[in-house]
């Protein structure tokens, strides 16, 4: 049975002038489905740190499973700071563990068993973390059941990665549909995604 609900892509911790928070939206992802009793399964990778073990240590708090291997990179931060007008500005550190997910038998196990994936343009900045999303997008039977849901983040990156954002939206059963429910957001548009 197809019932997992996966997040593939960054885990990390967020920064904030108030103290660091876990997070990434794959893991918000995650962690949101299985509040409503869905069999949510997060994958990335953390370092051999003491914030990767914590990172774990959060997550096994509050139920969420998945396959986040630890990995010869850091694990991912986000230095959060506020602007003058009081609008975040995000640092994201490149080079971490969430850069280099690598892939394995038992994601082609998981991807039989996925009715629902979640990922996003970030996670797919570096060539290694990019593969093994597309390998695990590949692996999910071709039937028109998945929900996939593309997450982009436009804050970030030139214009050289939304081609690679239009191979993304391009894949079958993938649909992005503009919408801006938060228009004082400096990073612009909010995407809606759904299932064609």
């Known amino acids: 049975m197809r019932n997992k609900a996966v997040g593939i892509g960054e885990v990390l ?8 928070k876990a997070g990434g939206a794959p893991a918000n992802f995650t962690y949101h489905v299985s509040r409503f009793g869905i069999d949510g399964r997060i994958v990335s990778a953390v370092g051999p740190d003491s914030l990767g073990q914590e ?18 990179f850091p694990t991912g931060t986000v ?3 506020l602007d003058a007008a009081g609008i975040p500005v995000y640092r994201i550190m490149e080079g971490v563990a969430w850069d280099n997910i ?6 082609d196990r998981l991807a039989s068993e996925t ?8 996670a797919q900045r570096s060539p290694v973390s990019r593969a093994t999303v597309n390998r695990f997008l590949d692996a999910i039977p071709d039937d028109g059941q998945t929900l996939k849901i593309f997450d982009i983040n436009l804050r970030q990156y030139a214009p050289a990665s939304y081609r690679q954002h239009r191979r993304q939206v391009q894949r079958p059963h993938v649909s992005v549909r503009p919408k801006d429910p938060y228009p004082h957001m400096r ?6 995604v759904h299932r064609r």
């Open 13 to 20: 911790w967020d920064m904030l002038p108030d103290g660091k």
């Open 55 to 72: 990172i774990l240590d959060v997550f096994s708090s509050k139920g969420m499973r998945g396959i986040i291997p630890k990995v010869q």
């Open 79 to 81: 230095q959060v700071t």
């Open 102 to 107: 690598p892939y394995s038998a038992e994601l």
């Open 115 to 122: 009715g629902a994936v979640c990922f996003g343009s970030l």
């Open 187 to 192: 990073c612009g548009r909010k995407l809606c």
